[in-house]
C-alpha cells in the first residue's frame, strides 16, 4: 500500500515537471513586454532629443540671420549648417546629405533655402 501511494506520488510529479516545460511563463512574457516598452521609449527620446538639437540649431541660424547684416555668414553658421552647405556645394544630394548627417531630409532642404 505504502509502495503504491509512492509511485503515485512520484509519476505525478513527473508529469507535472514534464507539463510545465510547455507552460508559458507569465514573467517572460512580462519581461518581454517591459524590454520592449524600454526600447521603444528609449527610441522615441533619442528622436526628440535629435529633434530639439535640429530646431536649436535652426533657432540659432534664425538669430544668426537677423546679424548676417553685420558679421559674414561663414562665422555666423553652426557647424551642421556649414556642413550641409559644403555637401550641398559639391553637387550632392539632399538625401545623401541627410544620410552622411543622420539628420531628416526635410532639415537639410530647409537648412539649403536659408543660404
Not at 505525478?12 to 513586454?33: H, R, T
Not at 550641409?84 to 537648412?111: C, K, R
Request: hydrophobic share 45%.
Amino acid at each position: 500500500m505504502l509502495y503504491a501511494i509512492i509511485a503515485t506520488v512520484i509519476i505525478i510529479a513527473v508529469i507535472l515537471w514534464i507539463v510545465s516545460f510547455f507552460m508559458q511563463d507569465k514573467f517572460k512574457q512580462l519581461e518581454d513586454q517591459f524590454e520592449q516598452f524600454s526600447i521603444s521609449s528609449l527610441q522615441e527620446t533619442y528622436q526628440l532629443k535629435k529633434k530639439i538639437n535640429i530646431l536649436e540649431e535652426e533657432l540659432l541660424i534664425d538669430d544668426l540671420s537677423v546679424e548676417q547684416t553685420i558679421s559674414p555668414a561663414s562665422t555666423q553658421q553652426t557647424p551642421m549648417v556649414r556642413r550641409v552647405q559644403e555637401l550641398y556645394q559639391q553637387g550632392h544630394d539632399t538625401y545623401y546629405i541627410a544620410e552622411q548627417l543622420n539628420i531628416n531630409e526635410y532639415d537639410v532642404i530647409s537648412m539649403i533655402k536659408q543660404f
